[in-house]
T-cell receptor
């Protein structure tokens, strides 16, 4: 249980184009999803918190218009990198929180997707 | 402010050696969770353990063991008889708790196990 998928696994795009990354919770409903960015040999940096049915909350320094987040359903959040540039190339990871965890889990636990590797040429 | 420090950037050991990865955290919350994750070269985070702030019992799972000490705000991870497959980046994380549910990640420790 508690599986999160991401699509695509990797994507290569040209500079100036937009790229959409999907994050799905497969066996639970996630009211809250998180988007992280990870540069090579660095830690995960939280970009934004996505709440179903409301606007995402972005971390300081993250451009809202650059990284559009939509959480239209309880099982799907999308991250769109608009007008991508080579400096946007990174590993993007999403996670989801189960608001109704079974007894062997806790409210604070996040379940991570496998990540999406974005390369912008 | 909440913070997680993994002072060891990279560790190299020879197969079958024991290795301990350090994690020191800072928080003003009395209720919090600590986690360890493994990130192999594929990139996918692999959950290893969760520990809540009220449970200071050490835990052992096969070759893995964890030492949680609130007095020193540390949550160290030991791999016994390391294997090449243990080579990965290991992250320690702290949950900010109810309300935000955000994770604070440490900078990670890259473990290289040499055959």
């Amino acid at each position: 249980g508690a599986v999160v998928s991401q699509h695509p696994s990797w994507v290569i795009c040209k500079s100036g184009t937009s790229v959409k990354i999907e994050c799905r919770s497969l066996d639970f409903q996630a009211t809250t999803m998180f988007w992280y960015r990870q540069f090579p040999k660095q830690s995960l940096m939280l970009m934004a918190t996505s709440n179903e049915g409301s606007k995402a909350t972005y971390e300081q320094g993250v451009e809202k218009d650059k990284f559009l987040i939509n959480h239209a359903s309880l099982t799907l959040s999308t991250l769109t990198v608009t007008s991508a540039h080579p400096e946007d190339s990174s590993f993007y990871i999403c996670s989801a929180r189960d608001p109704n965890p079974p007894p062997d889990r806790v409210w604070d636990e996040q379940f991570f997707g496998p990540g999406t590797r974005l390369t912008v040429l | 402010a909440q913070k997680v420090t993994q002072a060891q950037t990279e560790i190299s050991v020879v197969e079958k050696e024991d290795v301990t990865l350090d994690c020191v955290y800072e928080t003003r919350d009395t209720t919090y969770y600590l986690f360890w994750y493994k990130q192999p070269p594929s990139g996918e985070l692999v959950f290893l353990i969760r520990r809540n702030s009220f449970d200071e019992q050490n835990e052992i799972s096969g070759r893995y063991s964890w030492n949680f000490q609130k007095s020193t705000s540390s949550f160290n991870f030991t791999i016994t008889a390391s294997q090449v497959v243990d080579s990965a980046v290991y992250f320690c994380a702290l949950s900010e708790g109810a309300g935000t549910y955000k994770y604070i990640f440490g900078t990670g420790t890259r473990l290289k196990v040499l055959a």
